[in-house]
Each structure stands twice: as structure tokens, then as C-alpha cells.
């Protein structure tokens, strides 16, 4: 294992998914590939990063941003690029109105955050922190994608409580405010982190760090068919599944 090895809750997630599928992407260097919905997601972040970090935070601004973070990587033609690209407009009209009647201050962007977990480098990226005129923190994690979720998968998102990690252990405050913004409906989705809910999501961290370094990388073939590597891994029972109801 490389000594400058990070856990994070990117390489978390794919081990959880299934630790082969972390060994290809992180080890054997397998892209995962580009489609609209993932290039819709970075453009929607980079835009809202580079509007909230920029001195005016005007309606005509936020469409500078969002034409400036615009890419065509991912998608199919030009009918999908156009309707991403009105849907995104859509979503940022009704964003601007919401961040213009808040009184919350937006104080951080993207925010690095960089720790140690037992023997581990800890390291992730917060989408907003705000403050509030009460002295309140509230820190968010957009979702881009239709669907809003359920305020259980809300309350169980393992980002979230590493976010309430990074902002008691290394910032220094408690969120006293946690949610996910679903920007296509304009909805944030609040939840709560008890200690105790952290620390089992950061136990399962060091243990996730700790099955990696021992290089453990068991294939999970019941993920399969969700896998984005379901054509190409050597171990995907999609792949025999398909081989044998389209015979070459
Ligand atoms: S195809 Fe199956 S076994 Fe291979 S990485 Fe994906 S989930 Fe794991």
C-alpha cells in the first residue's frame, strides 16, 4: 500500500460497494466513465463554487459561473445537452431565489478538510458551511439527481456524518444544522448525527483503511449488475449473465 494512502468517503463507498471495485479504481487505475448525470453534478458544483466565492453574487453572475463551468464530457447529443442544460438553469433560478431571501452567510465553499483517524489520513470536501445570524452553523452536501431521497436515507448517509466529524474535530463548532440539498426540487432534507452515530461511522473508516492496507479486495458479485464495471471485471456475473443470453 502507498504510504501516502487517504481514506476518504469516495474510497469508503466503493470499498462498501464492493472492494474489488475499489482495487480497480484506485489500484488498477480503472476509470469510471463519464455520463450526464456525473458531468451534470461536477458543472453544478464548480458553478456555485466559483458564484460563492466570487465578489458579487448577483442573478447574471450565477449564469457567468454557470456557462463558464459548462462541459459536454458524458453526454450523448445535443438534444441531452440541451435539456441538461435548461434543466440546470432551472435549477439555479429557484437556487438564486432561495440564497437571496436566506440571512445565513455562506462562509465556506468546498471545503478541504484534512485529519488524522487512528493511523490514517483522513481527508474530504464540504460542499457549504453557513452561518447564521443566531451564532447557528448549518453545513449541506448538494445532490444534483430527480430523485429526492427518503429522510431515512438522509438520516443514514455516511458523508453527513463525516462531514459532523470534520466540523466538531477539526473546525471547531457543532453544525447545529446538517443537510442535503436537492437542488432539482429546490428541497433540503435536515437530519441530525449523535456522538455516537459519528463515531460508528468513523470506526467504520479505520476499519474500511484497515481492510484496505491488508489489501482484502474480495469481489461482492451480488452489486453486479449496479456495477459500473459490470462489463469489464473478471469476476462480474453480469457479464456471464449477458454472455449467455447473447451468445457470440
Ligand atoms: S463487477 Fe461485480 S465483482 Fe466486479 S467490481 Fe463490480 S461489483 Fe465487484
Same mark, same amino acid.
Request: aromatic residues 16%; proline residues 3%; negative net charge.
Given at each position: 500500500?502507498?504510504?501516502?494512502?487517504?481514506?476518504? &468517503?469516495?474510497?469508503?463507498?466503493?470499498?462498501?460497494? $464492493?472492494?474489488?471495485?475499489?482495487?480497480?479504481? &484506485?489500484l488498477?487505475?480503472?476509470?469510471?466513465?463519464?455520463?450526464?448525470?456525473?458531468?451534470?453534478?461536477?458543472?453544478?458544483?464548480?458553478?456555485l463554487?466559483?458564484?460563492?466565492?466570487?465578489?458579487?453574487?448577483?442573478?447574471?453572475?450565477?449564469?457567468?459561473c /454557470?456557462?463558464?463551468a459548462?462541459?459536454?464530457?458524458?453526454?450523448?447529443?445535443?438534444?441531452q445537452?440541451?435539456?441538461?442544460?435548461?434543466?440546470?438553469k432551472?435549477?439555479?433560478?429557484? &437556487?438564486?431565489?432561495?440564497?437571496?431571501?436566506?440571512?445565513?452567510?455562506?462562509?465556506?465553499?468546498?471545503?478541504?478538510?484534512?485529519?488524522?483517524?487512528?493511523?490514517?489520513?483522513?481527508?474530504?470536501?464540504?460542499?457549504?458551511?453557513?452561518?447564521?445570524?443566531?451564532?447557528?452553523?448549518?453545513?449541506?452536501?448538494?445532490?444534483?439527481?430527480?430523485?429526492?431521497?427518503?429522510?431515512?436515507?438522509?438520516?443514514?448517509?455516511?458523508q453527513?456524518?463525516? &462531514?459532523? /466529524?470534520? $466540523?466538531?474535530?477539526?473546525?471547531?463548532?457543532?453544525?447545529?444544522?446538517?443537510?442535503?440539498?436537492?437542488?432539482?426540487?429546490?428541497?433540503?432534507?435536515?437530519?441530525?448525527?449523535?456522538?455516537?452515530?459519528?463515531?460508528?461511522?468513523?470506526?467504520?473508516?479505520?476499519?474500511?483503511?484497515?481492510?484496505?492496507?491488508?489489501?482484502?479486495?474480495?469481489?461482492?458479485?451480488?452489486?453486479?449488475?449496479?456495477?459500473?464495471?459490470?462489463?469489464k471485471c473478471?469476476?462480474?456475473? /453480469?457479464?456471464?449473465? $449477458?454472455?449467455?443470453?447473447?451468445?457470440?
Amino acid at each position: 500500500m502507498r504510504e501516502d494512502f487517504k481514506i476518504s &468517503y469516495s474510497r469508503v463507498n466503493a470499498y462498501l460497494f $464492493c472492494p474489488h471495485k475499489y482495487k480497480l479504481i &484506485y489500484l488498477d487505475n480503472f476509470h469510471i466513465p463519464v455520463n450526464a448525470n456525473v458531468t451534470f453534478g461536477h458543472i453544478i458544483h464548480k458553478a456555485l463554487e466559483q458564484f460563492h466565492s466570487g465578489k458579487e453574487q448577483s442573478y447574471n453572475m450565477l449564469f457567468e459561473c /454557470y456557462d463558464d463551468a459548462w462541459k459536454n464530457d458524458g453526454f450523448t447529443d445535443p438534444q441531452q445537452i440541451f435539456e441538461y442544460y435548461e434543466c440546470g438553469k432551472r435549477m439555479l433560478v429557484n &437556487y438564486y431565489k432561495s440564497f437571496s431571501e436566506s440571512d445565513a452567510e455562506v462562509l465556506y465553499v468546498e471545503r478541504a478538510f484534512d485529519a488524522n483517524i487512528g493511523r490514517y489520513k483522513f481527508i474530504g470536501i464540504i460542499d457549504r458551511i453557513d452561518r447564521y445570524p443566531d451564532g447557528k452553523y448549518e453545513i449541506m452536501d448538494y445532490k444534483t439527481h430527480v430523485k429526492v431521497w427518503e429522510q431515512e436515507r438522509v438520516d443514514r448517509d455516511l458523508q453527513l456524518s463525516f &462531514y459532523a /466529524y470534520a $466540523c466538531k474535530n477539526i473546525f471547531g463548532f457543532n453544525p447545529d444544522e446538517i443537510s442535503i440539498y436537492f437542488l432539482s426540487e429546490n428541497r433540503k432534507i435536515y437530519t441530525k448525527r449523535s456522538k455516537s452515530e459519528i463515531a460508528d461511522a468513523i470506526n467504520l473508516a479505520i476499519l474500511t483503511a484497515e481492510n484496505i492496507t491488508a489489501e482484502k479486495f474480495n469481489p461482492d458479485v451480488s452489486k453486479c449488475q449496479l456495477c459500473d464495471f459490470k462489463l469489464k471485471c473478471k469476476f462480474s456475473v /453480469y457479464k456471464e449473465a $449477458c454472455a449467455e443470453l447473447c451468445p457470440a
